[in-house]
């Protein structure tokens, strides 16, 4: 099944824009500043009512929005979580947000929560459970998806597929577009020794709308390399060579600053969404 963005619902700008988050929220409201789109967690905004959702209806007016979940934990043996499926559903109805995206992971099974998105094995069962999860959240909220690769430090053993493979392969039999995470692609090159540029070149071109990218911490004193995708700094510089690689391959792609720990002023996150602007600038120039 083809799946449409839904009715009303303008093209995210292909530009670079920031993750939304609490402490920023009152100066976004207030001050307009010139941000390209926003992008919020969509599990934050599931609580009816209160300010939050006050602040949210008077800048949704203003931006192009993105949502993001964090909690659906689409890969899990466990069922979906029905009751976080229609609040999502509503959420969506509600904002009419430009991108809606998942994780390509699971969670929680067991009614019991990771605090992390945990890795997938690279089977074709595990293809096979993403693109029937991936196609149930799609009928449901009657409109495309996002899936995007995660960042992992541990590795199940066997498997038919390369984590690329098995990424494109959920993408194409799904039908769902795909949230290029350029960062995560770095880390776990890093932690897994592979070419990330390899990731890069067998990614499904016509899928990805969307980037991310974000500031990984490195672990010091490990018998082996170990990058923790912490999104707690500025991108590093490897990550924007790869981030100016993938926009070379795949043509200019709405961007998104991540930034959860350790927030920053305002400022530090426009000032990374502005060198992400200057990649997409310079790729626009090239192809004139």
């Known amino acids: 099944m083809t799946h449409q963005v839904a009715t009303g619902v303008q093209p995210m700008p292909v530009a670079a824009g920031i993750g939304l988050r609490a402490p920023h929220v009152t100066r976004v409201l207030i001050e307009r500043p010139p941000i390209a ?9 599931f609580a009816a009512g209160g300010s939050l959702h006050n602040a949210m209806h008077q800048i949704r007016a203003d931006y192009p929005l993105s949502l993001h979940g964090v909690g659906l934990s689409l890969g899990s043996a466990d069922d979906l979580n029905t009751t976080h499926l229609q609040r999502l559903r509503s959420l ?11 994780h390509l992971c699971w969670g929680a099974i067991g009614g019991r929560h990771s605090n992390d998105l945990l890795p997938m094995p690279f089977t074709e069962e595990a293809v096979n459970l993403m693109v029937s999860r991936i196609g149930q959240v799609q009928d449901t909220l009657k409109r495309q998806i996002l899936v995007e690769n995660i960042s992992t430090y541990l590795r199940f053993r066997g498997g038919e597929y390369s984590e690329w493979e098995f990424v494109s392969t ?13 960062n995560n692609i770095y880390v776990n090159s890093v932690n897994h020794d592979f070419d990330p540029h390899v990731y890069l070149r067998a990614l499904p071109r016509e899928a990805i709308q969307e980037i991310h990218l974000a500031g990984f911490t490195r672990k010091e004193g490990l018998p082996v390399p170990l990058l923790i995708d912490s999104h707690s700094r500025r991108v590093d510089a490897k ?3 790869l981030y100016a690689e993938a926009i070379d391959l795949f043509g200019p792609i709405p961007t998104l600053i991540e930034w959860d720990q350790d927030i920053p002023e305002l400022e530090v996150l426009l000032d990374e969404a502005a060198h992400a602007e200057e990649v997409l600038d310079a ?5 004139a």
């Open 239 to 241: 990550v924007w060579d």
């Open 37 to 45: 789109w926003l992008e919020t967690h969509a599990e934050n905004l």
């Open 92 to 102: 969506v109805e509600h904002y009419q947000p430009e991108l809606v995206s998942e």
């Open 283 to 287: 790729r626009r120039a090239r192809a």
């Open 170 to 182: 959920v993408v194409r039999r799904s039908g769902c577009g795909l949230l290029c995470d350029v």
